[in-house]
């Protein structure tokens, strides 16, 4: 297939018809991963929502210690929370949180470490390159050195967190104070260089437009035809409720918007293995269609989202493996479960 230039991507995005554009977007996952769709037993531990930043897409952060919903689970919560998960089948821990001002560095190595000792076998996926990238302006090192740390210590992935929006005039009006567009994909280059693979995201919904959204994709194929690191890629609705943008946004993305969102990125971003269809976010009704429009991946159990529903997400902050399964099968799909590096764990 010809790869699609931005302006044949934005042209499609807004031109084709929606079901010639899913059927075109399957027609590309299919020729990929066949019938398959790929989900994986995890929990989310989002370990602190204490952040040096308050992001105005953002409901989950909280600046102030002190706040009445802050909290700051120390690591034997964590590891209880992971124990938990674990005992459930659990074949990865997505560990996020917010940018808290006090933790030294070793916090997060004594992190990984006690979790690895206590779940050999279980795939840690934790901290955003935004979270890196607070790391090593804390302990005054390069982002380099902290992701070899943090590798020793037992981290097998990123998760994609913290794009946003990679452009700069749009990530200045809604994240102003978080690293750069630049500083972001540099923070993942970096991993891939030390074979620590990522994901990426993407915020849209909002205050961007479809031009930004192409060339937010724009700059992760590029990135990914240099280092081949990333494994998929997640389109994020953004979420109006109990944050300062809302106020500028009428309603959330509507369902067409979503699919022509991951059609569009499954076409276009033709170096990526998966387009993810994060239920959570997208819905379930509208990320069951999804996979239908080129997504190849419904993320995972979860167990216990809690940034999303900050932001007044409807949906469950969890589902049973079973259900998982069942939800792929009756859209006359072939689940396949995973691990965080995209290893094949069981095939139903």
Not at 40 to 61: D, E, G, M, P
Not at 97 to 117: A, N, S, V, W
Not at 221 to 231: I, K, P, S, W
């Amino acid at each position: 297939m010809t790869r699609l230039t931005e302006s044949q991507a934005l042209d499609l995005y807004r031109n084709a018809p929606l079901e010639e554009l899913c059927a075109r977007a399957l027609a590309e996952k299919e020729s990929r991963h066949g019938k398959s769709v790929y989900w994986v037993n995890n929990r989310q531990i989002n370990y602190t929502n204490i952040c040096v930043l308050h992001c105005k897409f953002c409901a989950f952060s909280r600046i102030k210690k002190e706040s009445p919903t802050a909290y700051d689970w120390d690591h034997p919560t964590i590891l209880r929370k992971a124990e938990e998960a674990v005992k459930q089948g659990a074949q990865e821990l997505h560990i996020v949180g917010g940018l808290h001002p006090d933790h030294p560095f070793e916090y997060y190595i004594d992190m990984l470490q006690k979790l690895r000792r206590a779940f050999p076998g279980v795939n840690l996926k934790a901290f955003t390159a935004v979270e890196i990238c607070h790391f090593a302006k804390l302990s005054g090192r390069s982002v380099g050195e902290i992701l070899a740390d943090l590798k020793a210590a037992g981290l097998d992935a990123l998760p994609g967190g913290g794009a946003e929006i990679l452009v700069e005039s749009v990530r200045t009006e809604i994240c102003g104070k978080k690293e750069s567009a630049a500083e972001w994909l540099e923070a993942h280059r970096a991993a891939h260089q030390q074979g620590i693979p990522t994901n990426a995201t993407m915020l849209f919904g909002h205050i961007e437009t479809p031009e930004h959204r192409i060339e937010h994709m724009a700059r992760l194929r590029e990135l990914q035809e240099e280092t081949h690191g990333f494994f998929a890629f997640i389109p994020l609705v953004f979420h109006p409720e109990n944050n300062s943008l809302g106020r500028r946004v009428s309603e959330k993305a509507s369902p067409e918007e979503i699919l022509r969102t991951i059609a569009i990125a499954r076409l276009f971003l033709d170096n990526f293995p998966h387009i993810k269809a994060y239920w959570i976010q997208l819905g379930l009704e509208t990320a069951l269609r999804a996979l239908h429009g080129g997504a190849s991946d419904l993320d995972g159990t979860i167990i216990e989202e809690k940034i999303t529903h900050a932001a007044g997400a409807r949906t469950g902050t969890g589902m049973s493996p079973e259900r998982m399964r069942n939800l792929i099968l009756n859209e006359g799909l072939i689940p396949v479960e995973r691990n965080a590096r995209y290893e094949q764990v069981y095939l139903l």
